[in-house]
């Protein structure tokens, strides 16, 4: 069973920075595109950025020049470096990774962590 694990969410001041990590455990044969998405109460979860087997970034248009998405494949871990936070970066950030596990490839999603920034 494939699991991941998400860390590094908290509270900060505003300006100030985080660093979010996703580990991916369990039988896991390869691992495709990867990604972070958060979600505020009564909103659609949206996509923050993504980071391809290649890697290949994608980012929202509130996030650039402020996060970066990166990857470790041999510690099957991705990352999401927030500097610059805003007030409205508050959200529960969830992680996502394409894996192949006993043959079948199929998105897998973190539990969620908390980044909460004040003003």
């Known amino acids: 069973q494939v699991q991941l694990v998400e860390s590094g969410g908290g509270l900060v001041q505003a300006g100030g920075s985080l660093r979010l990590s996703c580990a991916a455990s369990g039988i896991i044969f390869s691992i495709g595109a990867m990604g972070w998405y958060r979600q505020t109460p009564g909103n659609q979860r949206e996509l923050v950025a993504t980071i391809s087997s290649g890697g290949r970034t994608n980012y929202a248009d509130s996030v650039k020049g402020r996060f970066t998405i990166s990857r470790d494949n041999a510690k099957k871990t991705v990352y999401l470096q927030m500097n610059g936070l805003k007030p409205e970066d508050t959200a529960v950030y969830y992680c996502?990774?394409?894996?192949?596990?006993?043959?079948?490839?199929?998105?897998?999603w973190g539990q969620g962590t908390q980044v909460t920034v004040s003003s």
């Open positions: 996502k990774q394409e894996i192949a596990s006993r043959l079948v490839l199929q998105d897998y």
